[in-house]
C-alpha cells in the first residue's frame, strides 16, 4: 500500500511564504513526475507545478517566479515552496505521484488528501 502524505498547509497574510511537503510511503521500487494540484472553492482543480525524476521542472503562469517545485529523490518527497502569496492562491492542495510499487511493473498515479492553504489579511 502506498500513500502521500502532506504537511505545511496553514493560513498566511498575503505576500508571506509557506512551504508545503508530499512524502510517499510504503513499499515503493520508483516515483516517476511528482506534481501539485490545487482547487478554490466552486473552481476544478488544477495543475500549480510537476517535477519529473530528472528534475525538469513546469509551472502553471498563475504561480510562475513565486512558487518553486522541488524532490529529494531519497526521501521520495516532493516540495512546494510558495512566496509572494495572493489570495487568488487559496485553495486546497493535493500533491501527485506516479508510482511504481514493488512488484509492480506499471506506474500508477496516486493523490494525497489534501492541504488548506489560505492567504488572508
Known amino acids: 500500500q502506498v500513500q502521500l502524505v502532506e504537511s505545511g498547509g496553514g493560513l498566511v497574510q498575503p505576500g508571506g511564504s509557506l512551504r508545503l511537503s508530499c512524502a510517499a510511503i510504503g513499499s515503493i521500487s520508483s516515483v516517476a513526475t511528482m506534481a501539485w494540484y490545487r482547487q478554490a472553492l466552486g473552481k476544478e482543480r488544477e495543475l500549480v507545478a510537476a517535477i519529473s525524476r530528472g528534475t525538469t521542472e513546469n509551472y502553471a503562469d498563475s504561480v510562475k517566479d513565486r512558487f518553486t517545485i522541488s524532490r529529494d529523490n531519497a526521501k521520495n518527497t516532493v516540495y512546494l515552496q510558495m512566496n509572494s502569496l495572493k489570495p487568488e492562491d487559496t485553495a486546497v492542495y493535493y500533491c501527485?505521484?506516479?508510482?511504481?510499487?514493488?512488484?509492480?511493473?506499471?506506474?500508477?498515479?496516486?493523490w494525497g488528501q489534501g492541504t488548506q492553504v489560505t492567504v488572508s489579511s
Open positions: 501527485t505521484a506516479n508510482i511504481r510499487t514493488s512488484g509492480s511493473i506499471t506506474y500508477s498515479a496516486y
